[in-house]
């Protein structure tokens, strides 16, 4: 298919989104720590200035019980869409906003790409929850359309090693990982919703549930809501200092060291619990904003993995090279995220 493709990238703290023209060429357009979707949806407007694509594309983040990685929206599918929003609720008000402004604007098909599609291979053992079975709740697993892109680079990279059991950290202001065999998921720390897993800027990954109902105890509804995915983690963590692991590096206050210390224990803690699950890892790969451009996240997530055969190159991890392993070690990558080409794949695919 030779189509222009606009990809729609709406993310917690960012707005990302790229024109593709029919011979794969790309503009991107990038606006981070946004004020509000709506401010940063309107510049797109103004900067697509008369460009008008043939599909637009739409990263969400939840996709509920299905295991199709796209669908075309239709009224049908929007209602079903709207019913997923509670589910994660940082993002997916965001998702159904861009869909709005792209149809009023391009009155095109709009194909909506799910971050959880990926982790539909993942076994039983990995979905389920230890609670009962009847409330029908379970282990979703997030960032798939990174994971899925990362899956497809991967061969390209370690040839048949690519099926072997890997490790990806997709490490941002959301943050998740993945164990991958086959190239298809197995496992993800992510759970039921994307405020689960390890810590995160203002989310705080799993916690004891005692801890829940304490805290629902002394907030009603909005505030925990609130409190869960606004004033949690890092910025938890280092005293409300930052939410940012940029800023918190930079820090020498000893809340951000403790910030930075703890994210990075976590981390190790997620890549030796799959190592534990899988009989052992590969290869591990870093991606997303902190994955890929922070070599001291890096260095310190990967002082404790000598255990398991990773051990980084620190010049080959200060230059953010692709392969920052050791020689004679398992290797380590970094695969920048590419959410906007695996939805540019989808849409291509499914139409």
């Known amino acids: 298919m030779n189509k222009s493709i606009l990809t729609i990238n709406s993310g917690s703290s960012s707005l990302k989104a790229c024109l593709f023209s029919p011979d794969g060429a790309r503009r991107d357009f990038r606006y981070g720590h946004i004020r509000s979707p709506q401010e940063a949806f309107d510049q797109l407007m103004r900067d697509l200035h008369s460009d008008m694509p043939a599909i637009v594309g739409h990263r969400f983040v939840h996709g509920g019980d299905i295991d199709q990685p796209a669908r075309v929206i239709d009224a049908g599918e929007r209602a079903r869409l709207e019913s997923l929003v509670h589910l994660a609720p940082l993002h997916m008000p965001g998702n159904l906003l861009g869909v709005d402004l792209c149809l009023a604007r391009f009155p095109v098909p709009q194909v909506a790409c799910f971050d959880t599609a990926f982790h539909a291979t993942m076994p039983e053992l990995a979905k389920r929850f230890p609670i009962p079975a009847d409330l029908g709740l379970h282990r979703f697993g997030f960032h798939g359309l990174n994971y899925g892109h990362v899956a497809r680079r991967l061969p390209e990279i370690l040839g048949d090693a690519a099926r072997g059991r890997i490790v990806v950290a997709h490490l941002g202001s959301g943050a998740s990982l993945c164990l991958m065999e086959n190239l298809q998921s197995m496992d993800t720390t992510m759970g039921h919703t994307p405020a689960g897993g390890i810590v995160m800027g203002t989310r705080s990954g799993d916690l004891d549930p005692g801890v829940m109902l304490e805290l629902a105890r ?29 800023d918190l590096v930079e820090s020498s206050s000893a809340p951000a060291r403790f910030a930075v210390a703890y994210f990075c224990r976590q981390v190790q803690a997620a890549i030796g619990a799959f190592a534990a699950k899988a009989g052992g890892i590969d290869a591990l790969v870093f991606s997303g904003g902190i994955g890929e451009h922070s070599a001291e996240v890096r260095a310190e997530i990967c002082s404790n993995l000598r255990f398991i055969g990773f051990e980084l190159d620190a010049e080959a991890n200060h230059a953010h090279a692709l ?22 794949d989808l849409c291509l695919e499914s139409l």
């Open 218 to 246: 002394r907030y009603d509804q909005a505030a925990l809501a609130d409190l869960v995915y606004h004033k949690m983690g890092l910025l938890a963590l280092s005293q409300g200092e930052s939410s940012e692991m940029n």
């Open 323 to 344: 392969r920052i392993g050791r020689a004679g070690h398992r290797p380590v990558l970094i695969i920048p995220a590419d959410e906007e080409k695996m939805i540019r």
